[in-house]
């Protein structure tokens, strides 16, 4: 039986998440902002609005830095 | 969503300019808003000698890269602050600009706190009340020192850094809040050169950090990723993180925000800085030569004296 879930990963800590949405709804669903990170889906920088498979490697990329 | 340019699969969409683009035209469209926007503020010329801060950070090199493949002459600094705190910072920042700037054949020249000053920024931070309140101040006001006086014994014509547009509007959103207008009349992406200071310019002054952060990996640039551990808890951190969310809701809210102010300030809606040419050199540090207002000491020989 396939999954129904999917997961997102940041900073190597992986967060369930649920499949057949975009992935900008997933990072909201998550509490992160979708202007805060970059998406690598199966090693390949995507935009957010691409749909979640239960097959999926998503990786997020933080670009925040400073001090 | 597809590249407007070519109809390929994109792999960036900037809600801000509405447009979504493919990696190949990506590539080409960064360096041209870059070019655009140093005509733009006339920031420096092909006949400049250009001084690119570097720290190893994604901003840095990509600007670096960038400004190589346009066709200036730049040669990069690296200041080691000697940051360790149990992750080796420092040493894996200069081992990354090295290794940037061997495979580039660029040339980099290397300043190391320790040797040339006597003190890391640790420790800096750890004997004076300064460092101990803002760590990120001191260092701040350290590099800016170090590169003004580096920029001035090697005849350099212009200083560049790799502050983004998220640098510049968390900056301006913590000056408004604190009704700085010091600071807020400073806020153009360059300051023109005085006695005793060198011009100092911002290219990346409308690039968001996203879309600087999409350039260093597809251009596959290493760089260091791991963030400095003194600004973990830092409140430029903490404003970007506010202005994130606010561009959530609104796409193109921190570009406005600094747009905006840029047309104010020309506008003289904050006094620009007031010393003419002869108060600069009037107005030396009898330590080091450079420009201060403190009528003794500048704040980079101060935090030495009280040592």
Redesign the interface.
């Known amino acids: 039986m396939v999954s129904k879930q999917a997961a997102l990963t940041l900073k190597g800590k992986s967060m369930p998440c649920r499949i057949n949405i975009p992935i900008w709804k997933a990072l ?1 669903e998550q509490g992160l ?6 998406i ?1 889906r199966n090693c ?7 749909i979640i498979n239960a097959s999926d490697s998503i990786e997020l ?1 933080p ?5 | ?1 597809r590249c407007r340019k070519c109809g390929e699969k ?4 900037m809600r801000q300019h509405r447009l ?1 683009l493919c ?1 190949e035209h990506y590539l080409e469209w960064i360096p041209q808003q870059v070019q655009r926007h140093i005509e733009k503020y006339e920031m420096f010329s092909f006949d400049d000698k250009i001084l690119v801060a570097v720290s190893g ?3 840095s090199l990509a600007l670096w890269n960038i400004l190589n493949g346009l066709g200036y002459k730049t040669e990069g600094v690296y200041i080691d602050l000697g940051i360790d705190e149990g992750i080796d910072y420092s040493r894996n920042s200069r081992l990354t600009v090295e290794s940037f700037a061997e495979n580039n054949q660029l040339p980099i020249h290397l300043i190391n706190m320790q040797k040339k000053h006597g003190e890391t920024i640790p420790e800096i931070n750890q004997r004076t009340h300064r460092g101990r309140r803002n760590p ?1 101040s001191v ?1 701040g006001l350290v590099k800016r020192h170090v590169l003004n006086q580096f920029s001035l014994d090697g005849s350099f014509d212009v200083i560049v850094t790799g502050h983004n547009l ?2 510049e509007a ?1 900056i301006l959103l913590a000056n408004t809040l604190d009704w700085s207008l010091e600071f807020l009349s400073r806020g153009y992406p360059v300051l023109p050169a005085k006695p005793g200071f060198t011009r100092k310019a911002k290219p990346f002054c409308r690039i968001y ?2 879309e ?3 350039y260093t ?2 251009r596959k640039i290493n760089f260091i990723n791991s ?2 551990p ?2 973990i808890d ?1 409140k ?2 903490y404003y ?2 506010i202005l ?2 606010w ?2 809701d609104k796409p193109g809210t921190k570009l406005r925000f600094y747009l905006h102010y840029l047309k104010t300030l020309d506008q003289g809606a904050f006094p620009r800085g007031q010393e003419n040419d002869q108060e600069l050199i009037d107005q030396q540090c009898p330590n080091c030569g450079q420009p201060t207002n403190t009528g003794g000491l500048c704040a980079f020989c101060q935090i030495f004296e009280v040592k």
């Open positions: 909201k902002s979708r202007s805060a990170y970059l690598i390949t920088l995507v935009t957010d609005d691409e990329i670009v925040v830095s400073g001090g | 969503m994109a792999v960036i969409n979504s990696a950070g994604k901003d990120c260092c998220d640098d968390a950090e996203r600087s952060a999409a990996i597809l963030e400095c003194f600004s830092s430029q951190i970007k993180e994130n969310q561009e959530d």
